[in-house]
């Protein structure tokens, strides 16, 4: 199928015509223009116009900022308005007040084909942008032409190039639908996400979302992936009862209590320092890591400490359960809070994250036809979670991430995307469509 866009108008349009010249009676999209559509040619490329398409619609995405925890409304209305105009069949899955998931389906309602994962949220902006935050602007690279905006990498950019594509995709000629699945929250903890997966396991609705794969478009070069570590992260509150420095042999203290939490912790993290591994770029990994992010507590010098905070995470391969780990981190806090306990004080314990690892097998053939087609090396693990291992439990998939830029910028200022990964990618999605859904 080879569909051309209308460039002033970037809509697909018009009577569809067979490359004979003879009119098609395929029904056509919106706005006046024209389209040729060839039956089972491949996508292909979408070319240039794709990619001038890609940047008005990632532009106006980066004007929406719809940070972790604030609405992120605007972005799905106007994304479920835009993929109806292009023929998807779309829901809006309300999250808390402001925020909502979208779950959109082009061709038919049946089982297999692709689904294409991406979160609308990005990390608050912060100072130190030498262009507007929430602008996308044109910026040099060393690598070439970019853009420059909050949520360029992480990932707008790849929910942009999602966008352009539908623009010219015809689900009349799908044999199998792409799904679009794009979630809210995910930058602190995968929060949003749930919801949907939820829905998709009761098969409430969108009954047929069954994929045959599951591309989560966060940032990787381009390069697929097929494993990341899981994730959990508590906030320990200690409680103490205040009292001279010199009662301290006969009375704990909030710190003292924290302290020896901390050294349980540092336990489980060389119990596995064996694992650790150094890859043939240098980057170092282990199967389990530990680490107390903050502590905070006591008041003078003097006192015995009545409070302290500390906040730690694990981070943890497929091969582990992290409640299994941290065994003996609760018992060392039982012991703690008993004693707490006796001079009135406590321990009050919040999991602040939990995401699954993800370890999609590798020998699936799917694998290959995605490396065959990102053509940018093996799959390998990445260093960062995503909704992919949730996705892996909810939807019975081999799971893949593959998105347009570098993690290394994102959640920083100055965030961007090269136009050669854009590029890529717009390459990539079609390709990827004809192989799994026509
Ligand atoms: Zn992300």
């Not at 866009?5 to 024209?34: K, V």
């Not at 994304?79 to 402001?98: E, K, M």
């Not at 297999?112 to 030498?130: M, P, R």
């Not at 910026?139 to 360029?152: E, I, K």
């Amino acid at each position: 199928m080879l569909i051309c866009l209308d460039p002033a108008t970037h809509q697909r349009s018009g009577a569809a015509r067979a490359p004979d010249g003879a009119s098609s009676s395929r029904a056509s999209g919106p706005g006046p223009g024209y389209i040729r559509t060839v039956q089972h040619e491949p996508l292909g490329d979408i070319g240039s116009a794709g990619l001038d398409r890609t940047l008005e619609l990632l532009a106006h995405l980066v004007t929406l900022p719809t940070e972790s925890r604030t609405s992120n409304r605007a972005l799905i209305e106007w994304t479920a308005d835009h993929l109806r105009t292009f023929g998807a069949a779309v829901s809006i899955i309300d999250g808390p007040p402001g925020r909502a998931n979208l779950l959109a389906t082009v061709g038919p309602e049946q089982p297999g084909g692709l689904l294409l994962s991406g979160h609308t949220d990005v990390v608050a902006a912060g100072e130190g942008w030498a262009t507007p935050a929430y602008e996308m602007t044109p910026v040099d690279l060393a690598a070439g032409r970019g853009v420059a905006g909050r949520g360029t990498a992480d990932m707008k950019g790849f929910i942009a190039c999602v966008l352009a594509t539908v623009e010219v995709l015809d689900g009349s000629a799908l044999v199998r639908p792409v799904h679009i699945a794009l979630s809210y929250d995910e930058e602190v903890g995968c929060v949003g996400v749930r919801s949907l997966l939820d829905q998709l396991a009761a098969g409430a609705r969108h009954r047929a979302v069954r994929p045959d794969l599951v591309m989560i478009g966060e940032p990787t070069m381009m390069r697929p992936r097929h494993a990341h570590l899981g994730k959990v992260a508590y906030r320990l509150d200690f409680a103490a009862r205040a009292a001279h420095s010199s009662l301290s042999p006969f009375q704990p203290s909030a710190i003292g209590s924290a302290a020896r939490v901390i050294a349980a912790l540092d336990a489980v993290a060389e119990a596995h320092l064996a694992t650790a591994t150094r890859d043939a770029s240098g980057e170092l990994s282990a199967d389990v890591t530990v680490n107390v992010g903050t502590i905070h507590g006591g008041t003078a010098l003097n006192v015995l400490a009545d409070w302290c905070e500390i906040t730690f995470e694990l981070r943890h391969t497929a091969a582990f359960d992290p409640d299994e780990l941290l065994g003996p981190v609760w018992d060392c806090l039982e012991r703690e809070r008993l004693a707490l306990v006796n001079v009135g004080g406590g321990i009050e314990i919040e999991e602040i994250t939990r995401y699954p690892a993800l370890m999609t097998d590798r020998t699936v053939n799917v694998v290959a036809v995605v490396e065959r087609l990102a053509d940018r090396g093996q799959s390998v693990p990445v260093g960062f979670g995503t909704e992919g291992g949730l996705f892996a439990a909810a939807v019975d998939a081999p799971v893949l991430i593959c998105g347009p830029g570098d993690i290394g910028v994102a959640h920083r200022p100055d965030e961007h995307v090269s136009i050669e990964q854009l590029q890529a990618c717009l390459a990539f999605l079609p390709r990827l469509i004809d192989a799994l859904c026509r």
